[in-house]
């Protein structure tokens, strides 16, 4: 009798815990011509503008999906273009909002994580609500003016973003 109500016990625990109705996650992604797109508008953009610039277009998992060294652009225009992006796609906001919540409060901002940087240049890449990537822009004279070249790449494909 002690044997069957362990049994018991043990069976209608492994009922409670295993999932009844397990779904597969369904999202979406940016594909490399959209990426190549965004990274080729906000290149232009700058470079219309006279700036020599880097541009990274990471997707959902902050992987590098396209990243160009623009000609005349600093080295170091590559890695902070990433870590924009990468910042901007962690976070979920554009990356010159965190540059505002490290000046606001450098204490309990976690600017201490790898590739993370507080400065402007980076913005998500959202479909509705949801970041399927991000885009970050580096060397022009001023954030401000990478995002204005970050944004019109995104402006380029706003229209597929759906």
């Known amino acids: 009798m002690r044997i069957i109500h362990c049994l018991a016990t043990i069976g209608a625990a492994l009922s409670i815990a295993s999932p009844t109705h397990a779904e597969l996650i369904t999202h979406k992604d940016l594909s490399a ?18 700036y020599h610039v880097s541009v990274a277009v990471l997707g959902r998992n902050a992987e590098i999906i396209v990243q160009v060294h623009g000609d005349g652009a600093s080295p170091h225009t590559v890695e902070n273009s990433f870590r924009k992006a990468y910042t901007s796609r962690t976070f979920r906001v554009a990356s010159g909002e965190i540059a505002r919540r490290v000046k606001d409060d450098p204490q309990t901002f976690m600017v201490h994580l790898s590739n993370i940087i507080g400065a402007q240049g980076g913005l998500p890449i959202k479909v509705g609500d949801d970041v399927v990537g991000s885009v970050g822009v580096s060397g022009s004279p001023g954030g401000d003016k990478d995002e204005v070249c970050a944004q019109a790449g995104i402006d380029k494909v706003a229209a597929e973003l759906k």
């Open 33 to 50: 011509a959209m990426a190549l797109t965004i990274a080729e508008t906000a290149l232009t953009t700058c470079t219309a503008s006279g």
